[in-house]
């Protein structure tokens, strides 16, 4: 089987890399995604990878703090996950680039368009740090910017359930599952996949999204093959 996809922007949140214990890192968990990760490098698809940061942050529930300050802190955050990432993947023989939107030399490269299409076109996997470098912008707004900078086919929204549902399906047993929805039907009907500066950026640049289920992490692999995983969004 070929690949579908060959430039993916896969977004991780960062609860996902916890596991179990619900905060932290857990190199149980981030182990199988990795491996999944590289089997798509090795099938030849050019892998780039925004990380949340909430395992680590939650500025949205930061209390009284200001928000700009918050949300450099779970800026902070993201990057110790892009780093954590990035060392499992090394010791898998995978080539990585960490690369962040704020400047910290010491620690990663500085976030430029040009030379991250130079690590995709030989073949090494590009993790963005630090969202988009501005407050007031999600993970998932970074992602969909990031795609539409690096020319990704789609983004891979991995998650905690296996995709869009018209309501809360840990909440309620009749929830119904998509298999198929359009970014317009997001937001008309305010469908909890992502955050609306998100789905306008994607549906403004015709860029499809796929929402799945992390708790296999091969799916990740499945995804960029075409195989049916999730709920596929596309922008009509």
Same mark, same amino acid.
């Given at each position: 089987?070929?690949?579908?996809? /060959?430039? #993916?922007?896969?977004?991780?949140? *960062?609860?996902?890399?916890? !596991?179990?214990?619900?905060? *932290?890192?857990?190199?149980?968990?981030?182990?199988?995604?990795?491996?999944?990760?590289?089997?798509?490098?090795?099938? @030849?698809?050019?892998?780039?990878? #925004? +990380?949340?940061?909430?395992?680590?942050?939650? !500025?949205?529930?930061? @209390?009284?703090?200001?928000? =700009?300050?918050?949300?450099?802190?779970?800026?902070?955050?993201?990057?110790?996950?892009?780093?954590? &990432?990035? $060392?499992?993947?090394?010791?898998? *023989? &995978?080539?990585?680039?960490?690369?962040?939107?704020?400047?910290?030399?010491?620690?990663?490269?500085?976030?430029?368009?040009?030379?991250?299409?130079?690590?995709?076109?030989? @073949?090494? #996997?590009?993790?963005? @740090?630090?969202?988009?470098?501005?407050?007031?912008?999600? =993970?998932?707004?970074?992602? =969909?910017?990031? %795609?539409?900078?690096?020319?990704?086919?789609? +983004?891979?929204? %991995?998650?905690? +359930?296996?995709? #869009?549902? $018209? /309501?809360?399906?840990?909440?309620?047993?009749?929830?119904?599952?998509?298999?198929?929805?359009?970014?317009?039907?997001?937001?008309?009907?305010?469908?909890?996949?992502? $955050?609306?500066?998100?789905?306008?950026?994607?549906?403004?640049?015709?860029?499809?999204?796929? +929402?799945?289920?992390?708790?296999?992490? $091969?799916?990740?692999?499945?995804?960029?093959?075409?195989?049916?995983? !999730?709920?596929? &969004?596309?922008?009509?």
């Amino acid at each position: 089987m070929g690949i579908k996809y /060959k430039r #993916v922007l896969l977004k991780l949140s *960062g609860e996902a890399l916890a !596991g179990d214990k619900k905060s *932290g890192l857990d190199y149980n968990t981030i182990t199988p995604i990795c491996e999944s990760i590289k089997k798509c490098v090795e099938a @030849g698809v050019q892998m780039g990878i #925004v +990380v949340g940061g909430g395992n680590f942050w939650r !500025g949205r529930s930061s @209390g009284a703090m200001d928000r =700009t300050r918050a949300d450099h802190i779970g800026m902070l955050a993201t990057t110790m996950n892009a780093l954590a &990432v990035a $060392d499992v993947l090394e010791s898998m *023989g &995978v080539v990585v680039r960490v690369q962040t939107a704020i400047s910290m030399p010491q620690v990663a490269e500085p976030y430029i368009r040009n030379r991250a299409m130079r690590h995709f076109e030989k @073949g090494r #996997v590009v993790i963005f @740090g630090c969202g988009t470098g501005n407050p007031f912008f999600s =993970t998932d707004t970074a992602s =969909t910017l990031r %795609a539409a900078e690096i020319e990704a086919d789609i +983004v891979l929204k %991995a998650t905690m +359930v296996d995709g #869009v549902y $018209d /309501k809360d399906p840990n909440k309620y047993p009749d929830a119904v599952k998509f298999d198929r929805l359009t970014f317009s039907d997001i937001l008309v009907k305010n469908l909890q996949v992502m $955050d609306s500066t998100a789905a306008s950026m994607c549906k403004d640049n015709n860029l499809p999204i796929i +929402v799945f289920d992390l708790s296999e992490p $091969d799916n990740i692999y499945k995804a960029c093959m075409g195989e049916n995983v !999730g709920t596929l &969004v596309e922008p009509a």
